[in-house]
């Protein structure tokens, strides 16, 4: 029985692991990412995603296991719905933050008694600040997010749990190791994907302007076609 057990913990890792992989979850921590400046913030993300995940599984687990409250699929539903509006505000705060800065306007001058009239792009850039970071600072928007994620994916974690599992305290320690793989594969994830933006700023301000207004992009677009697909497709609202 407890070889059993281990085996099931051991592909609980698993999960949470791939877990981390979904594409909801890439896309939202990709537009926190794109913020940071080096590799050990754009970890941080990652591991607060995970945190805030893992706290949203656990209270979905006393709620479903202790109390033996069913989530309806409705409710479900509403909860993916929520992580689609989050993609979509992701996504603006993103996009509005980074072309902020670029001004188009004419320049005048005079070449061998010619006047001469262009229009130029320019990036103010960002104001220099030393500013003393700290974890709530960096960690307080991606462990929201983590929630949000936690809470949407609930349902189905808890609906697993309750089918191979029967003692409430495994079912807990399953889920903390499920929630131990997501927080691993986000660390490995969100360190990955934030080695373009630590690396291009100084040498490639443009493409890395470029860059960071494309994930926010990405987020918003991808966020409205889940809140597409949930209102008509699946007529939560429609």
Request: glycine share 10%.
């Amino acid at each position: 029985m407890n070889g059993i057990f281990l085996s099931v913990l051991g592909f609980g890792f698993v999960l949470g692991l791939k877990h981390a992989l979904d594409p909801d979850h890439l896309v939202a921590v990709s537009a926190i990412v794109s913020e940071s400046k080096s590799v050990k913030k754009s970890s941080l993300v990652g591991t607060f995603w995970g945190l805030g995940h893992t706290l949203s599984l656990l209270s979905a687990g006393i709620v479903v296991i202790v109390l033996k409250v069913q989530i309806s699929d409705r409710v479900a539903l509403w909860m993916e719905f929520a992580v689609a509006l989050m993609l979509i505000l992701l996504g603006l705060k993103s996009m509005i933050k980074h072309l902020r800065g670029w001004n188009l306007h004419r320049h005048r001058h005079t070449h061998n008694g010619s006047t001469h009239t262009h229009l130029h792009l320019h990036h103010a850039g960002e104001t220099q600040r030393h500013r003393h970071l700290h974890l709530i600072d960096i960690g307080a928007r991606p462990l929201l997010v983590g929630v949000v994620h936690g809470i949407a994916g609930s349902a189905a974690l808890t609906l697993l749990v309750l089918t191979t599992i029967q003692s409430a305290v495994a079912g807990f320690i399953y889920i903390i190791v499920f929630g131990i793989g997501s927080v691993a594969g986000m660390l490995i994830v969100s360190s990955l994907i934030g080695l373009p933006f630590v690396f291009t700023p100084k040498r490639f301000k443009l493409l890395n302007e470029g860059l960071q207004a494309a994930v926010g992009l990405f987020s918003l677009t991808f966020g409205l076609f889940l809140a597409w697909q949930y209102c008509f497709q699946d007529h939560l609202i429609f």
